[in-house]
C-alpha cells in the first residue's frame, strides 16, 4: 500500500516547479504545433495565408494617376485613393515620429517583438489594465496588405469567440517574419505608409500629405509628420479637420514620444508643441483641381480601354486598383492659364447677362417674349422628378409639395460657395440662367490637346461642352464654304458685291439670307475681306456657285463629323457641331493640309513604370500645303482686314505676329463662338445657355466678338507671358514652292468673267 511521504516546504516548490516547466513546455508545444496549423491551413480550419509569390508581389490597391505633359499629377482614378510612394520620398522626421510612436524597437526585432507582447500579456490579462497594442510596424503591415482580419482569409475555427483573434494575431505573427526576411526595414516601413488609412479618403501618406498639407511627403514639417502618424491611432477621432483638439492633444504625445526616444530634444518640444496645426486642407475628387471635365471624359476612354486590353495573365486591366501612370497630352501650365482666362471673363459676362436680364427670365422664344412654363417643363427632365414620379404616381399635388419644399443646400456663385434655403424649383430657376463655356487647345502639328475646360464648374455642372455638347457654330462654318472655294480654283482676293442673294432648290422656298446687322453694303469686295467681316450674303453667293454637296464633302475632309443637312444655309452654320471637331478641323489649315484627329492620351504605364500601351495620332491628307496656307491666310484677314471680326483683340499678342481667327453667332445669339489660330495654336471656345432659349435678349451683346474672344484673347496673352512654354509670336509658315496665285489683292488682275455673276437672274441659275 502507497504512503504519501511527509509534506515538506522543499516538497512542494519542486513539485510546483516540475507542473510549471510541464505546463510551459506544454504550452510551448501546443503553441508551435497550433502556429504549424495555421501556416498551413490544417483542414480548412483557420483560414488561408498568403503565399510567398503573394509577399514578394503584395496586392495592395493602388489608384491610377492622371499626369500631364509637363510632369504634373492631374488627378487619381480609384476606389481607395492611393498613390505609392518610395522611402527616399519621407521625410526623415516622418520616419523618426512613425518608429517613436508605433514600434519603439522596430531596428531591433525581426517581426515579433516579445518584449511588447510581455507589456500587454501582464498589464492587459493580469491587471486588467489599457496597455495599447503591442503589434509592430511589421505586423501591421501585414494586416494591411493582407486584410487578415476580413472575412475572406477566416476559417471555420474563426467564428469561435476568442479563438478569432488568437489566430488573427498569429497570422499576424507568421507574416510579418515571413516579410522581414522579403523585404528591408526601409520597405517594410514604406509598404505600412502606403498602406495605411488617414481618414478624408486618403490611403497612403502620399495621399495624406497632400489632402491635409498640399504637400509631398519629403516636404512635410516635423508637427505635420506629427499630426499624420497621429491619426494611425483612430483617424476620426483624431482627425485634424472634424476633432481639431483631440488631433493637436495626439500630436504632441507623438512628439513626447520623439523626446522620449532622443529624436527631439526637450527644447524642441517646448517649441513645436506651442505651434497651432497649420492645414490646407483638400480631400481629392473629381471635382477639384486642374481639368476636371477633361479627367471624366478620359476616364470614360480608360474604362473602356481596360475591358479591350487584357495583361498578360490574361485578366483585365483594373483602372482603380492596378496603380496606371497614364499620361496624357494635357499642359498643366496652359490648362491653368485656360481655366483662369475663362473664369475671368465668364464672371464679367454674367455681371452683363444679369443686368440685361434685369427682373425679366432669360428664356425667351424667337418674339422675345418669356417662355410660359419653362421651369415646370424643364423639372420633369430631371433625375429628382423622376424619383418623385416613381413615389407619388400620378399624385400630382404631392409631387408639386415636394418640388417647391424648401431646404439647405450649398449653391454655385461667380462670389463662392454659399449655403441657403432653396427648394427643387427654385434651384432649377437658378441655374438655369447661368451662362455656359466649352474650350479647348491643340498643336495642330501633333494633334496633342494642351488644355480643355468643359463648363463653368465641374461641381454643379457635370455636362462636358468641349466633346460631349454640340450646337450650331454660326459663321465660324464659313471657312468651310471658303476652302472648297479655294480648292475649285478661287482666290482670296475674288470679289463679289455685297448684295441679296437668293438660292433656289426644287420643291423648298429660296433662302436669301440678311447680313447681321440686316443691311446690305453692296460694296465690290474680296471674299477674304467679307470672311474677315463676316458677310452673310457674300458666303450664300459662294455656297450658289459651290453647292453644299461639295462643302460637305470638303468639311468631312477637314476633320467635321457632325450630320450635315444638304442644304444652302449650311453655309452660316445650322447644323450642330462640337468644339472638339472644330478645333480639329481648323488645325488642318495651320498643318500644311494634314488633318490629325486631336487626341489627348499619350501612354499608359503600369505601376512599376513599364510601358503597356504607347498611342498614336490618326493621320491623314486633306487638303493640298498652298491650300492650307491660303486659309490661313483668309483667316488672318479677321485682323488684318478693315473692320475683320477679330480687329478688337489687344495689340499686345498681335504686335510682330500672325494670327487668325473667326467669330460666330447664331441667329438668335445663344450660342457665341471664336476660333482663334496662330502658328503653334488651334483653339475653338463656345458660349452660351445650357438651354438654347437662354440668351441675350440683344444679338449685339451676345455675338461671338463679346462672348467667346476675349478668353482666347486673355489666354494667348498668358501663353506668350510664359517663356516656360516656348510659344514664341512670328508668321505662319509659308510653302516651299511659289503659291500658284497671287495674294496681294492690290496687284490682282481680275477675270472679266469673274463678276458676270452680278448680272445673272438667280432664278435661272439655281442647282
Keep these: 500500500m502507497f504512503k504519501p511521504g511527509p509534506f515538506t516546504q522543499e516538497n512542494w516548490a519542486s513539485k510546483t516547479i516540475n507542473y510549471l516547466w510541464k505546463a510551459f513546455l506544454g504550452g510551448l508545444v501546443f503553441f508551435v504545433l497550433f502556429v504549424w496549423m495555421v501556416s498551413i491551413n490544417f483542414l480548412g480550419l483557420f483560414g488561408s495565408l498568403p503565399d510567398f509569390k503573394a509577399l514578394e508581389n503584395p496586392d495592395s490597391e493602388l489608384a491610377s494617376g492622371l499626369y500631364s505633359s509637363d510632369g504634373v499629377l492631374l488627378g487619381t482614378f480609384a476606389r481607395e485613393n492611393r498613390s505609392p510612394v518610395t522611402y527616399e520620398e519621407l521625410a526623415p522626421n516622418l520616419v523618426k515620429a512613425l518608429i517613436a510612436t508605433e514600434d519603439e524597437r522596430f531596428e531591433e526585432h525581426s517581426g515579433i517583438d516579445l518584449q511588447a507582447m510581455l507589456r500587454v500579456f501582464v498589464k492587459s490579462i493580469i491587471l486588467r489594465q489599457d496597455a495599447g497594442g503591442g503589434s509592430t510596424l511589421s505586423q501591421q503591415t501585414a494586416k494591411n496588405l493582407f486584410k487578415t482580419r476580413t472575412d475572406a482569409s477566416s476559417g471555420f475555427l474563426s467564428n469561435i469567440p476568442g479563438l478569432r483573434m488568437l489566430i488573427v494575431k498569429t497570422k499576424e505573427w507568421i507574416v510579418a517574419t515571413q516579410l522581414e526576411r522579403a523585404y528591408t526595414k526601409n520597405e517594410i516601413l514604406t509598404l505600412y505608409l502606403d498602406t495605411s488609412e488617414f481618414g478624408s479618403n486618403a490611403f497612403g501618406i502620399k495621399t495624406a500629405s497632400k489632402t491635409f498639407f498640399n504637400k509631398l511627403p519629403q516636404e512635410l514639417t516635423i508637427q505635420e509628420s506629427a499630426v499624420l502618424v497621429g491619426l494611425f491611432k483612430a483617424p476620426t477621432y483624431y482627425s485634424p479637420v472634424f476633432n481639431p483638439e483631440n488631433s493637436l492633444r495626439r500630436r504632441n504625445t507623438v512628439l513626447s514620444q520623439m523626446v522620449k526616444n532622443e529624436f527631439l530634444t526637450e527644447a524642441e518640444y517646448d517649441s513645436i508643441s506651442k505651434l497651432p496645426i497649420v492645414l490646407d486642407y483638400q480631400v481629392q475628387n473629381q471635382n477639384q483641381g486642374l481639368a476636371t471635365y477633361f479627367r471624366e471624359i478620359v476616364k470614360a476612354d480608360l474604362i473602356k480601354w481596360s475591358k479591350e486590353n487584357l495583361k498578360s495573365d490574361g485578366s483585365a486591366y483594373d483602372l482603380f486598383g492596378d496603380g496606371l501612370k497614364i499620361y496624357v497630352t494635357i499642359d498643366s501650365r496652359m490648362q491653368r492659364y485656360a481655366e483662369e482666362s475663362m473664369k475671368d471673363h465668364m464672371k464679367e459676362l454674367q455681371k452683363a447677362f444679369y443686368k440685361e436680364m434685369g427682373t425679366r427670365d432669360p428664356w425667351i422664344n424667337e418674339s422675345f417674349e418669356v417662355i410660359p412654363n419653362f421651369i415646370e417643363t424643364a423639372v420633369t427632365r430631371t433625375e429628382a422628378y423622376r424619383l418623385l414620379k416613381k413615389r407619388y404616381g400620378d399624385n400630382t399635388d404631392s409631387i408639386d409639395l415636394k418640388l417647391n419644399e424648401k431646404k439647405k443646400m450649398r449653391i454655385f456663385s461667380w462670389e463662392g460657395e454659399r449655403d441657403t434655403l432653396m427648394s427643387t424649383m427654385d434651384s432649377m430657376r437658378y441655374y438655369k440662367k447661368f451662362l455656359q463655356t466649352g474650350m479647348m487647345t491643340m498643336d495642330p502639328a501633333t494633334g496633342h490637346i494642351k488644355a480643355w475646360v468643359g463648363g463653368i464648374d465641374h461641381k454643379y455642372f457635370k455636362f462636358d461642352h468641349v466633346k460631349q455638347g454640340k450646337r450650331q457654330p454660326g459663321s465660324t462654318f464659313k471657312p468651310f464654304v471658303y476652302a472648297a472655294a479655294i480648292e475649285n480654283g478661287y482666290s482670296p482676293c475674288y470679289s463679289v458685291v455685297d448684295q441679296p442673294v437668293e438660292v433656289y432648290i426644287p420643291g423648298q422656298p429660296a433662302w436669301s439670307p440678311s447680313n447681321s446687322d440686316g443691311k446690305f453694303s453692296y460694296e465690290r469686295m474680296t471674299i477674304r475681306k467679307a470672311m474677315a467681316q463676316s458677310i452673310n450674303s457674300v458666303t450664300a453667293y459662294m455656297m450658289k456657285k459651290l453647292s453644299p454637296l461639295i462643302v460637305i464633302e470638303t468639311a468631312r475632309r477637314l476633320g467635321i463629323t457632325s450630320d450635315l443637312e444638304e442644304v444652302p444655309s449650311l453655309a452660316l452654320g445650322v447644323n450642330d457641331v462640337s468644339v472638339f ?39 491623314k491628307p486633306a487638303m493640298s500645303e498652298e491650300h492650307a496656307y491660303l486659309m490661313t491666310y483668309m483667316l488672318r484677314g479677321g485682323f488684318e482686314e478693315e473692320s475683320g471680326t477679330s480687329q478688337g483683340v489687344a495689340s499686345a499678342i498681335r504686335v510682330g505676329n500672325e494670327l487668325g481667327g473667326k467669330t460666330g453667332t447664331t441667329q438668335n445669339g445663344s450660342d457665341g463662338w471664336y476660333m482663334g489660330i496662330s502658328k503653334d495654336l488651334v483653339s475653338g471656345i463656345w458660349v452660351g445657355g445650357d438651354d438654347r432659349a437662354i440668351h441675350f435678349r440683344s444679338w449685339s451683346a451676345g455675338q461671338g466678338a463679346k462672348t467667346a474672344r476675349p478668353i482666347w484673347a486673355k489666354f494667348m496673352a498668358k501663353v506668350y507671358d510664359d517663356a516656360r512654354l516656348g510659344y514664341t509670336k512670328g508668321p505662319f509658315p509659308r510653302p516651299e514652292r511659289p503659291l500658284s496665285i497671287e495674294i496681294d489683292c492690290d496687284k490682282y488682275e481680275f477675270d472679266s468673267q469673274q463678276n458676270a455673276g452680278f448680272d445673272y437672274d438667280a432664278k435661272k441659275n439655281d442647282f
Design 581 to 619: 471637331e472644330m478645333v480639329g478641323a481648323f488645325g488642318t489649315f495651320v498643318n500644311k493640309g494634314e488633318h490629325i484627329t486631336p487626341y489627348y492620351i499619350d501612354r499608359i504605364e503600369d505601376k512599376n513604370g513599364n510601358l503597356i500601351h504607347q498611342f498614336t495620332p490618326k493621320k
